[in-house]
Each structure stands twice: as structure tokens, then as C-alpha cells.
T-cell receptor, first 111, second 113 residues
């Protein structure tokens, strides 16, 4: 069974810190790996999508990497801000075109 | 910008009622999805559709059905609502199943009493 795990479940950091969120997946035959952000009570917003042939993607202060051989992806957030506080979800693109989600990391950035 | 809208933000229904959740996307996307999100369980796929009138079961289809009569609209139907279907329901759409991200609606918080 395909599984996606995110550790830690929650993280609290002071403003300005650089931080890394971790995601691991069990199926090396992935099509893509995606990172989303979810604010409380809201839908998901796509942050980055890494195709299986790529190693990383960058958008502003965000950088996501993909290592299929080890079954890991990381989301790096530079110079964190209070507005970055949210739950971050990673999702593996599976063979049927579906997404398999991790349970998320709840990030709190303190001013 | 892609826009995915859901018919209600909050919905309260009684056990045994038939419930319709509607989702509309405005980007001519081929694929549409219904998920439910529960604390401790994360997002789980209920059904998805890759074309009009086509549907595929996800991980937890029991107790649900779907309808896609038009490309832009995907409905989730709870034939006889039960309390264990109290959840946040999220709709999403995408252009390509394997290379495109999914765009999510704001969600419907359904409570079944």
C-alpha cells in the first residue's frame, strides 16, 4: 500500500529562521511529488510540483527537492515569516492519476 | 486564475437525508476529484472523473456516488447521510492527471446530525 509520511506533525519556529519540512513515500514509481499549503478551514493551495524526472523546483522563498531512490522530498522555506503559518501537505502522484497525501506538518512562525 | 467553487461552505443535514454537494470549475479541466478530510486521517480520495460521464472509485467510495453530466460540474451524492459522513469535503480539478497540479475549492464542512 502506498503511503506518504510527514514528520514532524507540528513545528514552531521564530520569525526569520530557515526551515525544512520532510516527506517520505513508499512507492518509488511516482509520477510527481506535490507540496500544498492549507490555511485553517480553507482549501489547499498548490505550492510546487516536481515531476519524477526532476530533482527540485523553486518558487520565491520555497525550494522543494525530490530523491526517488531514498523515497524522500523536502520543502525548504527561507527566512520564514508569520504569514507562512499554515499546514503544509505533500502528495505523491500515483499511477492512476490520483494523489496520495501525507497528514501534513502544521507550521507556526512566531513574530 | 483557476477557480473551483463549491455550492456551500457549511451544511447541516439529518441522518437518512439525501445530500448533494456541487463543484464547478471554470478552466475546462478534464479531471475532477472529490476528497474528504478528517483529523488524524488526512485527505482521502472518494471518487474522481477523467471525462464527462466517466468516474473512478477512489479509496473510500462506500456510501457515496457521483455525477458528471457537464465538463465543468462534478457532484458528490450521499444517498442516505450518516453521522460518520460528517467531514470536510474538498473538490479539485486538473488539466492532466500526471503532469498538472490539482486546484482545490474552498471546501464544504458537512455536519450530519
Amino acid at each position: 500500500k502506498q503511503e506518504v509520511t510527514q514528520i514532524p506533525a507540528a513545528l514552531s519556529v521564530p520569525e526569520g529562521e530557515n526551515l525544512v519540512l520532510n516527506c517520505s513515500f513508499t512507492d518509488s514509481a511516482i509520477y510527481n511529488l506535490q507540496w500544498f499549503r492549507q490555511d485553517p478551514g480553507k482549501g489547499l493551495t498548490s505550492l510546487l510540483l516536481i515531476q519524477s524526472s526532476q530533482r527540485e523546483q523553486t518558487s520565491g522563498r520555497l525550494n522543494a527537492s525530490l530523491d526517488k531512490s531514498s523515497g524522500r522530498s523536502t520543502l525548504y522555506i527561507a527566512a520564514s515569516q508569520p504569514g507562512d503559518s499554515a499546514t503544509y501537505l505533500c502528495a505523491q502522484g500515483g499511477g492512476q492519476g490520483n494523489l496520495i497525501f501525507g497528514k501534513g506538518t502544521k507550521l507556526s512562525v512566531k513574530p | 486564475d483557476v477557480k473551483v467553487t463549491q455550492s456551500s461552505r457549511y451544511l447541516v443535514k439529518r441522518t437518512g437525508e439525501k445530500v448533494f454537494l456541487e463543484c464547478v470549475q471554470d478552466m475546462d479541466h478534464e479531471n475532477m476529484f472529490w476528497y474528504r478530510q478528517d483529523p488524524g486521517l488526512g485527505l482521502r480520495l472518494i471518487y474522481f472523473s477523467y471525462d464527462v460521464k466517466m468516474k473512478e472509485k477512489g479509496d473510500i467510495p462506500e456510501g457515496y456516488s457521483v455525477s458528471r453530466e457537464k465538463k465543468e460540474r462534478f457532484s458528490l451524492i450521499l444517498e442516505s447521510a450518516s453521522t460518520n459522513q460528517t467531514s470536510m469535503y474538498l473538490c479539485a480539478s486538473s488539466y492532466d492527471l500526471y503532469t498538472d497540479t490539482q486546484y482545490f475549492g474552498p471546501g464544504t464542512r458537512l455536519t450530519v446530525l
